[in-house]
């Protein structure tokens, strides 16, 4: 009987603990933990940086919507801007590295280069994400194999975390990304396909081999 009294009250003692630390939580600080939660679901075990990633608090945004060119929120005017980083994206002929900007909507993807966007993905067509099990920023955003989409689409994020994750709740599709290991495939035109290969060396570094593949140290 004792023995069951004090489990009670532990687990009283636990519930009340709890129920005014989530009390005292502000909000900042449950989007943070939400976020964080999903990052765990997505990465934990699974790809190298995840554990310092954890200590690390992710940001509203990386730019503010005043440092997007004007013709770009013009192309982009009833979409709730949500997040937007800078990023490099690989080309699909050549794989030549380009500077460009992540723009994440409330219902998009967008892929923007100065007053252009070069390529536009609705959440609702997106089939998944890919990234290594390394410590690259390197992440492929999948699309359908149609008219409006000319391929996956390369990008290298310094935040790759914190990138993935936005990406992942405004698309509300955490189930679609993968973490994989060695290589993947991807497309890079119609009925057409490319081999990015993971590998480790002395320094971080992409390019196209002699095999036409885009490694990725």
């Known amino acids: ?41 997505v990465f934990c075990g699974k790809k190298e940086g995840y554990q310092e990633c954890l200590s690390q608090p992710f940001l509203d945004t990386r730019l503010k919507e005043n440092d997007l060119n004007p013709k770009v929120l013009q192309l982009i005017r009833g979409e709730n801007i949500k997040y937007v980083t800078p990023v490099i994206k690989y080309d699909r002929n050549g794989f030549k590295a380009r500077e460009r900007l992540l723009v994440l909507t409330q219902s998009s993807a967008n892929v923007v280069e100065m007053a252009k966007i070069k390529q536009k993905i609705e959440y609702s067509t997106l089939k998944g994400i890919s990234t290594s099990n390394l410590s690259d920023g390197i992440m492929v955003i999948h699309v359908p194999e149609d008219s409006k989409q000319k391929g996956d689409v390369v990008l290298q994020c310094e935040h790759i975390f914190e990138t993935v994750t936005k990406l992942c709740i405004l698309a509300n599709k955490e189930s679609v990304v993968k973490v994989v290991k060695g290589s993947l495939r991807f497309r890079v035109g119609s009925g057409k396909e490319a081999t990015m290969v993971f590998t480790v060396g002395p320094e971080p570094q992409v390019f196209k081999d002699k095999t036409g593949q885009l490694t990725v140290v």
Do not use: D, H, N, P
């Not at 603990?17 to 976020?35: D, P």
């Open 1 to 41: 009987f004792l023995m069951q009294t004090s489990e009670m009250l532990q687990k009283m003692c636990t519930r009340t603990l709890v129920r005014k630390y989530c009390r005292g939580l502000t909000a900042e600080r449950k989007v943070q933990l939400q976020q964080k939660v999903v990052t765990s679901a």
